[in-house]
């Protein structure tokens, strides 16, 4: 399965606007599913498909794809956002990548 | 309520053996694909291997492959992870995590267990 790659650390002032990306050839044909990980807990999933939220995540989270990129969208960032977040995408025979994760700092 | 529940971690001696389970509950376990994720500690998550609705469909990450084998039993609601030839870099903590579609393998994993760590050491 291809890589997906991820920028190690992004920061953002409490209430604006942050875009973490995701870079891979597998995201050309499949969407990518993004997590959320604060420390000593297991991720959580928050985005899924073209732009998915699960029950009971904030509709401040937002996804969009474009070629071989992805991207989650926090609009108006709040201090719990704070965690790190990965993105994953599969491949044909169901493979499943990640990438290496973003530190978000709000600021 | 729906949830996944690990157990078999601990500490092994490079080359032994370890099995890990993963106990379903609050949904139909036969109906959905499921997923080993690890993270080594410090580390990102590595995804390990897949298990379809029905156990005839298995893939896995070149780094663990014919070296660990998953396996599941709808009857139990559980989900296992064979480990053998175990090395240091399987340290890490062992996931656990439901796919998201019925019947199908997708990439999004929406039930997360609490993980077990498996420490490989002398």
């Known amino acids: 399965s291809s890589e997906l790659t991820q920028d190690p650390a992004v920061s953002v002032a409490l209430g604006q606007t942050v875009r973490i990306t995701c870079q891979g050839d597998s995201l050309r044909s499949y969407y990518a599913s993004w997590y959320q990980q604060k420390p000593g807990q297991a991720p959580v999933l928050v985005i899924y498909g073209k732009n998915n939220r699960p029950s009971g995540i904030p509709d401040r989270f937002s996804g969009s794809s474009s070629g071989n990129t992805a991207s989650l969208t926090i609009t108006g960032a709040q201090a719990e956002d704070e965690a790190d977040y990965y993105c994953n995408s599969r491949d044909s025979s169901a493979n499943v990548v990640f990438g290496g994760g973003t530190k978000l700092t709000v600021l | 309520q729906v949830q996944l529940v690990e157990s078999g971690g601990g500490v092994v001696q490079p080359g032994r053996s370890l099995r890990l389970s993963c106990a379903a509950s609050g949904f139909t376990f036969s109906s959905y694909g499921m997923h080993w994720v690890r993270q080594a500690p410090g580390k990102g998550l590595e995804w390990v291997a897949v298990i379809s609705y029905d156990g005839s469909n298995k893939y896995y990450a070149d780094s663990v492959k014919g070296r660990f084998t998953i396996s599941r039993d709808n009857s139990k609601n559980t989900l296992y992870l064979q480990m053998n030839s175990l090395r240091a870099e399987d340290t890490a903590v062992y996931y656990c995590?439901?796919?998201?579609?019925?019947?199908?393998?997708?990439?999004?994993?929406?039930?997360w267990g609490q993980g077990t760590m498996v420490t490989v050491s002398s």
């Open positions: 995590a439901k796919d998201l579609w019925e019947l199908l393998l997708e990439n999004a994993f929406d039930i």
